[in-house]
Every structure is written in C-alpha cells, then in structure tokens.
C-alpha cells in the first residue's frame, strides 16, 4: 500500500449521550484506557492539546478520555477515543447553548496504514459513525507514503523545504532539535482548510517513537501528512461522509495534490483513496472471501480496481 494517498485520522465532535446510545446498540462498551494501550500516545497528543485563545487556565480543567474497542486486536484502527472537557468541546457548548459537558471528540486514527492490518468489521462501525450527519467535522489527517525519498530528514532540509513550499510556508517551517527527524509547517497560508503540513520519517517514528517492529526493508519510509482544520459550528458541515461526496473535497485534494508536488512526493497512486472511501460509503465494496478480514489488502485493493460499480469516482 505504498505510494498511495489515504485518510488516516478523523475528529468530529458529537452529542456524548447520543454517541452512548450508539455503543451500546452494537453491543460494544465504553471503558477508561489502559496506560499500555495502542492508542496511549495519541490520547496523550490529544489531551495536550494547548487552548491557543488561553480562556482557560490549563488547571482550571482536566481532559476526560474514554475508549470503545471495535474488535480483537492492537491495531489502533480499532479503537474510537472519546474525548471530554476540553476548551474546543466548550466552545461548541457555547455556540449551542448548551452545557458544557453535552458534547465528546471522536477520533479514528490509523486507517491508513500500509505495514499494518486493518480489520474489515472495525471498518464497518467506524462507517457508521462517520455517515452521522450531526457528528460534526473537526479534522481530516490525509497522509501520502512513499519510499523515494532516500535522504535523512535533517536541520539541512528546513530551508529548502520552506522555499519549496512558499507561498503557503511564509509563517515558517520548524524542526525539531536533537536528532529531528520531521519537518513541520503549522500555519499554511493561503490554502484553507488546509492548517498544517508535517513530512517526517515514518520508519524512525514507528522504531523509535512508537516503538513497534518494522521490517528494516522500509527504511526510507517517509510520510507526508496534510491536517484539514473546519469550523464545526459552520451550518454547512454536514459530516464525514457528506464532505467525502461533494466537489468541496474534490478542491482540497487538488490542494493536498499542489501540497506534495511542491514537497517532491510526486509518485503516488489515488487508487487507496477511492476504494476506502467507496468502502466507508458502501461496506459491500470492502473486500470478498479471500481477504474478508482485512480491510486494506492488496487483494481487496486489486478487486475494487477491476470492479465495474463506484458510488464514489474521484476526478483532480
């Protein structure tokens, strides 16, 4: 699944009680995480999150995070992390007047994966969370991964990188001190909703970082990661699946295409893109009794290709 582009985390923020009611009718639970678990990192990026208009002092409040596990397994595509009192989710309570405790963030990560499993029943409910036209779009980490790019990423790199960016890198490019190994961009100017562009080694992050076992055969594994930011108080976010149907989506994957040429990640496939979408869309696209457990096979890949039928036909 290298060289190819695909979703790989989605927020969205929902009512917590209707999210609840969810759950439990597919007779799954809501549990605290453990210290251990897969998702531990990310509910640590997620917690730390800084209230950037700094209304609230960080100990006036403590983030609540729960989990549901979708099915057996580490992946941490299985899991949905539930997210509570947070400066975000009270500023959506404002909007609405409602309390401050009514709403949760929702985050599904690790749908794109080329060196991991994805399983097709996690996939499913993660689908249905996604067609909720009243779960509301906060962000879209869209990722490319290539391998044709065989050199370090180092403090050498920044300034190329910013000027092959410009104009969207004007505010700057930072890496990391001791030993970087990413490249980030966190104010892109001019592209909207496109907010942040990070290009970082990803065999090093999932050695080092990570801390997972990975064939050294991927060791020029680089990946470039584009964030689309929305307002999920603006009446015109409809949801997930709503935006993967309109032309809206449509331009901002031109925008993420000008994004990786200018980054020269050039070689890469749209053909994971489409098929995970379809998927999402329409679980019967998802794969057939020789991969029915994996959802991001090649072999479920390669029948969506010759396959006659597409809800969803991506055109950039």
Sequence with gaps: MFNQIGVDTVQLIANYTTVIKMVERMGLSVTVPSKNSPVSRTITDIENIKDHHQRYKHDEFKAVTEVVKLTKGKSVSNYIIITKNIPLLFDHATHHKKAKDSFCLLTFTGLHQPNSKNNSDAMKIVSKFFKRKTFKRVSIDIAIDTQEDKEP?????????????MPYSKHGVIIPPNGATSLYINRVEGLKPISKVLYYDKYLKEKNYLKREVNHE???????????????????????TQYMESMDFMDDVASIDEVARLAKVKTYDTDYLIYQINSLLDNRFMNNRESKEQFNSVESLTRFKVSDFRRFILVI
């Design 218 to 240: 991927l060791k020029n594994w680089k990946r470039l990661e584009v964030t689309l930011t929305f307002d999920a108080t603006d009446r015109n976010n409809k949801g997930f």
């Design 153 to 165: 990423i180092a403090y050498k790199r920044k300034e190329p990188f910013r000027a092959n960016l």
